[in-house]
């Protein structure tokens, strides 16, 4: 299983990134879809999840500029980040709850992180 995560990029503050973040390989099913980030010298935070029925959940910080979804059809997950602001910028990391169908198994799996750079 892979997750291919795209979509960062040096925007200037204010503006707008749409990330996206695709699962592939043997999967059987996917719960709850998330993004992560780490900025430098600190640690790696919650940005956002969405459960597999599409309930988000937002970390405070982007509460009301970033909107989470998914398209289940496509197993992938997506970050639409609105009004972005000098302390997003970060880089990104996409996770999902997978499980799959050979080897039978279910853990977290981890994108390979997308560098978001917000200038002032």
């Known amino acids: 299983v892979q997750l291919q995560a795209s979509g960062g990029g040096l925007v200037q503050a204010g503006g707008s990134l749409r990330l996206s973040c695709a699962a592939s390989?043997?999967?059987?099913?996917?719960?709850?879809m998330g993004w992560y980030r780490q900025a430098p010298g600190k640690q790696r935070e919650l940005v956002s999840s969405?459960?597999?029925?599409?309930?988000?959940n937002y970390a405070d910080s982007v509460k009301g500029r970033f909107t989470i979804s998914r398209d289940n059809a496509k197993n992938t997950v997506y970050l639409q980040m609105d009004s972005l602001k000098p302390e997003d910028t970060a880089v990104y990391y996409c996770?999902?709850?997978?499980?799959?169908?050979?080897?039978?198994?279910?853990?977290?799996?981890w994108g390979q992180g997308t560098l978001v750079t917000v200038s002032s």
């Open positions: 996770n999902g709850y997978i499980t799959t169908g050979w080897p039978l198994g279910v853990r977290d799996y």
């Open positions: 390989g043997s999967i059987f099913s996917i719960g709850a």
């Open positions: 969405v459960t597999s029925g599409g309930t988000p």
